[in-house]
């Protein structure tokens, strides 16, 4: 089993690209969250096929932590 975290980024016509920071050159898209979460679900499952295929260590972010941080300006 391996962990990931994913980013969405909502644009500016309203779909959400999905970028997974673990796996570079992950990305996708979908028009509404739950649909840019499946899309990134088959992407990662790709992506890691390739890398077993290729024979190159999986990465995962299992042991990896991530805050949020929210600054005011003055």
Known sequence: MYTYKIHLHKESEGAFTVTVPALPGCITQGDD?????AMAK???ELYIEELKDRGEPVPDDS???EYSI?????
């Open 63 to 65: 042991n990896t932590l």
């Open 42 to 44: 088959g992407g990662i």
């Open 70 to 74: 929210n600054l005011a300006t003055a």
């Open 33 to 37: 969250i739950d649909g840019a979460i």
